[in-house]
């Protein structure tokens, strides 16, 4: 019930392209959702996250849809740049006196030029 | 403002050996996590300090441990090393008022020979 499920995997997209990268959760209880961005060598750094009262946030070009019955949220990355492959990752996070997040596996995205 | 700082980077060690890792979280931060990420298997919750406590631990066995300094620092002390214990060791901190932004350095990569 911990578990957040991550697809797909590795995920190559041409510039200018949509990239979208999918995870699923169980536990009700979370009450955070963020999406972390990694390049190598370098710790995750925060992209963008979403509570479970709204079904979609937009920064840029990078969106979180959000769907509370489904158990699912996604990312988009719209007109995908190269300087955008990196490895992304989902979490969600339950605030009640756990305060840790539950990280998805991980998408590595490449974008070609 | 300065990010969450990590040190070293890199450490080397032999089974059985223990390993300090050590974590500056950003100024106003009182809350510092750590996580474990190794190859394949994304980021695992290891700890989480508040205020110089132990707040909270993920699934890890007694012998990965830490501890919180006044100055909110932190370090993560894994002892009788094991090969499996090679990873990533990521901190990240947050202000304990906004725990859901957690901001992450750049890591510490153990290798266990």
């Known amino acids: 019930q911990q578990q957040v499920k991550q697809s797909p995997q590795s995920l190559i997209v041409q510039k200018g392209g949509i990239s979208i990268i999918n995870c699923a959760y169980e536990?009700?209880?979370?009450?955070?959702f963020p999406w972390y961005q990694q390049f190598p060598g370098k710790g995750p750094a925060l992209l963008i996250a979403?509570?479970?009262?709204?079904s979609e946030k937009k920064e840029g070009r990078f969106t979180i849809s959000f769907n509370k019955s489904a158990k699912q949220f996604s990312l988009h990355i719209m007109d995908s740049q190269p300087g955008d492959s990196a490895t992304y990752f989902c979490?969600?996070?339950?605030?009640?006196?756990?305060?840790?997040?539950?990280f998805g596996t991980g998408t590595r995205l490449k974008v070609l030029a | 403002e300065a990010g969450v700082t990590q040190s070293p980077t890199h450490l080397i060690k032999t089974r059985g050996q223990q390993a300090t890792l050590r974590c500056s979280p950003i100024?106003?931060?009182?809350?510092v996590y750590w996580y474990q990420q190794a190859l394949g298997l994304g980021l695992q919750f290891l700890l989480w300090?508040?205020?110089?406590?132990?707040?909270n631990r993920g699934n890890f066995p007694p012998r990965f441990s830490g501890r919180q300094f006044p100055n909110y620092s932190s370090e993560l002390n894994v002892n009788a090393l094991e090969l499996e214990d090679s990873a990533l060791y990521l901190c990240?901190?947050?202000?304990?008022?906004?725990?859901?932004?957690?901001?992450f350095g750049p890591g510490t990569r153990l290798t266990v020979l």
């Open positions: 990240a901190s947050s202000k304990w008022e906004s725990y859901n932004e957690q901001f």
């Open positions: 536990n009700t209880a979370f009450d955070y």
């Open positions: 979403i509570r479970p009262d709204v």
């Open positions: 979490a969600a996070s339950i605030g009640s006196g756990t305060y840790k997040y539950i």
């Open positions: 100024s106003g931060h009182t809350s």
């Open positions: 300090y508040d205020e110089g406590e132990e707040r």
